[in-house]
């Protein structure tokens, strides 16, 4: 029997390393540019990217699943998946947003955090606040999908 702990450590690798490579090779250019804009085309754009990156974390939960036999709830997998792609949406939808002088979403929260000034000096601030928002969103999904009630 596979720990809690075990399942979610392994768990968080697959969801990491897909991360990677549906953010930056699932990602299309032309999601990347309109995902931020506002409105319906925006949020299509944005809702297409966070589609192929959520099944890219699937099929790379189901495999290590399988591979390494965790054995996990279908339910708690599909939770976990449901918050990386809410929370993955959330951001996204920020894209080319980070240094706007009226904040919104998930900028106004980083701005309100004290990260104002960083976002606005810094041209890489943007993204690496977007990938640590999305890291950080994964171990809570791992967590969720990983745990499992004693029987």
Excluded: F
């Excluded at 690798?13 to 991360?19: I, M, Q, R, T, W």
């Excluded at 080319?96 to 929260?109: A, I, M, Q, T």
């Excluded at 640590?132 to 999904?141: E, M, P, R, T």
Aim: glycine fraction near 8%.
């Amino acid at each position: 029997m596979t720990s809690p702990a075990a399942r979610t450590a392994a768990v968080w690798a697959a969801l990491s390393a897909s991360h990677e490579v549906a953010d930056l090779w699932m990602q299309i250019d032309a999601q990347a540019v309109a995902k931020g804009k506002p409105g319906r085309d925006g949020a299509i754009a944005c809702a297409k990217h966070v589609a192929t990156y959520t099944a890219t974390q699937a099929l790379a939960v189901v495999a290590a699943d399988r591979l390494l036999g965790l054995r996990l709830e279908w339910r708690r997998a599909a939770l976990g998946l449901a918050v990386s792609a809410a929370t993955h949406y959330a951001a996204d939808r920020q894209g080319g947003h980070w240094r706007d002088p009226e904040p919104r979403g998930v900028v106004k929260l980083a701005a309100a955090t004290g990260h104002a000034g960083w976002l606005q000096r810094d041209p890489n601030a943007g993204y690496l606040m977007d990938q640590s928002w999305h890291k950080g969103w994964l171990a809570v999904a791992a967590v969720i999908a990983g745990a499992r009630r004693p029987s």
